[in-house]
Each structure stands twice: as structure tokens, then as C-alpha cells.
């Protein structure tokens, strides 16, 4: 049940955009790199899947055309080497990867703000030891990259992107179908979304699992 409300965001996302990717008229504006029309077309996408935080545009050498957040472009786009797959293969690709502050950062900095999850340290000698400072500006997401054809050849693609840092729909969305269920999305050990209340009832969102958790 749980690994079902996980994908449910991303098979949306994944049949949507399969279907946006077929249109000639998506296609052509990649190829003339028709940004102001892609940002158009993505804002349109939004209204009806709120829930994505991230659209991006590329062409074939995976170099931003448009972004719905920003207008930054012209940057060559690598997330854990998906969208260079995605575009070499020709298939559409889904996974859960980290995107990096440096690609958040382009988004915006108001938008890079709402996923910051600060590092709680606790008093648990059994705590486990992560790299890193007292803060943590990476985010784990739910990725689909989704080839654009022009005929036979990949002309760009399309890339969406669910952020889970400090959202909580995949929490509350178990709990909902199983009252009192704990739930806890972690990245390297640090709980970046959980509806697990600390000892005041607070969220225990940016503390970090025991070491023998992880083990």
C-alpha cells in the first residue's frame, strides 16, 4: 500500500507526459527552442498536476530551453545521468534521485527555500553519523524524463520532477487508508518527510534514524 501512494504522483506524471511528448507542436518548439511557447504550454501542465514542483524543457544535448520556475537556461541538465539515458535510449525513464542545490538554486531562491531541511541533532547515542552540515539543500524526488521525437530522432525532452523534502502527501496518504501508521521518507538517514511526532508533538521532520535503522 505504502509503495502504491508513492507512485501514484509519478504514473500521473508519466502517462501525461507521454502523451504531451507525442504532439508535433511540442516538438517544433523544442527544435526552434521556442521558449516563451514551452513555458506557456508547462504553465498549462501545472494547473492540472499541482503537485509537480519541477518542469524543464531540453533539447537532444540535454541543454535547458525553458523552465517553468525561472527563467535561467542555456545550462546543460544531468540528474544522476537520467536524462542523458533517457535521451540516448529514447525511452522514457522514471526514478527516485536526488537533485542537487546547484539545479534547485536555478529554480529560484524562493523555491529552493520551501524544500531547506534543517538537521536536528538528538541525544541518541545510537545516532547515526551522515556527512554534511546542519543543514540539508539537496532534495530527493520522484524524476520522470520523457523523450521528445521529431520522426525517428529525439529532439529533446521533458522533465518533471516530485520533490518529497518536507512534504508530507505520502505520509498522511498511508495514514489516511491505516489510522496510526508511522510513516518516514528518509535521505541518507535524515527524515525529510514523516508524520512521527517528537515527545511535544512536534513534526520530527529533520531528525535523524538510529544507526541500527539504517543498518
Known sequence: MAWT??????????YGMMQAASTEDIAEAIKKANKSYLKKIMARWKDKRQYVDIWMIVNKDREVIARLNSEEAGDVLDINGLVKEAIQTRTQLTSTG????????????????QFIVPVI???LTDEYKRPGGNIEENAL???VVTPVHENSRVAGAIITADIMNNDDYIPNAVADK?????????MDGLRITTNLKDSKGRSANGTILANSAIS
Not at 178 to 183: A, D, Q
Open 98 to 113: 536526488i537533485i542537487s542545490s546547484g539545479v534547485l538554486e536555478r529554480e529560484g531562491v524562493a523555491f529552493q527555500k
Open 121 to 123: 541533532s538528538s541525544a
Open 141 to 143: 524526488a520522484f524524476v
Open 178 to 186: 491505516m489510522p496510526g501508521l508511522i510513516t518516514t521518507v528518509a
Open 5 to 14: 501512494e508513492y507512485n501514484i504522483h509519478g504514473e500521473q506524471m508519466r
